[in-house]
């Protein structure tokens, strides 16, 4: 009869502990998220708004890339001269991509990243932009996530009267990720575009809550801010918004 010592007793405990443990997931390489809201009102007060956004990042062995794609819409109906025309009262289309190069230390990067904006009740017939400099994520873990990069880059603007608005610019950007449970995820994005002439910053802030694998809700509230406008127009802009993301892989 085979009595086995209590050495090999543990050198058997674990080899099977080895072959039943489940290895860690990795992240995907590729994830693309689709956000889409909307909002339309009847009665005495008539309005149609829609809010649409592509959400991709992909995460490479040098690389980590993202890219942005979203598109706002809303129709009013007023009251002129006791008669009710229908009036498009906002109308965005805005795209961006970043690409952060891993340095030896991974969570060291440097990055190029380049955007473009329509807005039509802006004052600016377009803006667009393209930076490059440092990247730094500050850690990432199960829990939370913190990353940052700055950088010089190069303003492209119009403004609607035709004037051109082009200048150099120092941008920075802030990314704040907290799981707050294994259903609901807080983000805050920041970014500012500082120039001689204008300083452009966008700020969101949202929470999601996960409805089943691939479905959930989000609410945000994004503000954006331009220094240097035409009388007539603001220089804050609010956006608060209730979607639904889904994501495709």
């Known amino acids: 009869m085979f009595v086995a010592s209590a050495a090999q007793a543990d050198a058997l405990d674990n080899l099977f502990a080895a072959d039943?443990?489940?290895p860690e997931e990795a992240e995907?390489?590729?994830s693309l998220d689709g956000e889409l809201g909307l909002i339309s009102t009847t009665g005495n007060t008539k309005a149609t708004s829609f809010k649409g956004r592509l959400n991709a990042h992909q995460e490479l062995e040098s690389w980590s890339n993202d890219y942005i794609v979203e598109g706002f819409y809303k129709k009013d109906e007023k009251t002129i001269d006791e008669d009710k025309v229908s009036e498009t009262t906002a109308q965005k289309i805005f795209g961006?991509?970043?690409?952060?190069?891993?340095l030896e230390n991974p969570d060291h990067r440097v990055f190029a990243f380049g955007s473009y904006e329509d807005d039509r009740f802006s004052g600016f017939e377009y803006q667009a932009t393209v930076a490059g400099g440092w990247a730094h994520q500050l850690?990432?873990?199960?829990?939370?996530?913190?990353?940052?990069?700055?950088?010089?880059?190069?303003?492209?603007?119009?403004?609607?009267?035709?004037?051109?608005?082009?200048?150099?610019?120092?941008?920075?950007?802030?990314?704040?990720?907290?799981?707050?449970?294994?259903?609901?995820?807080f983000r805050q994005l920041f970014s500012t575009e500082v120039g001689s002439d204008n300083t452009k910053s966008k700020s969101e802030t949202s929470l999601s809550a996960q409805i089943n694998g691939s479905l959930a809700m989000k609410v945000a509230l994004i503000l954006n801010h331009n220094t240097d406008v035409a009388d007539d127009v603001e220089e804050l802009d609010t956006q608060t918004s209730v979607t639904l993301v889904y994501s495709f892989f």
């Not at 961006?96 to 891993?102: E, R």
């Not at 873990?141 to 990353?147: E, H, I, L, T």
């Open 20 to 22: 039943v443990s489940v």
């Open 28 to 30: 995907k390489p590729f």
């Open 96 to 102: 961006s991509a970043q690409g952060n190069y891993k």
């Open 139 to 185: 850690w990432k873990n199960d829990v939370s996530a913190f990353s940052y990069s700055i950088g010089p880059g190069y303003s492209f603007a119009e403004r609607d009267t035709g004037e051109s608005a082009n200048g150099a610019i120092v941008r920075g950007a802030l990314d704040y990720k907290w799981k707050i449970s294994d259903t609901a995820n």
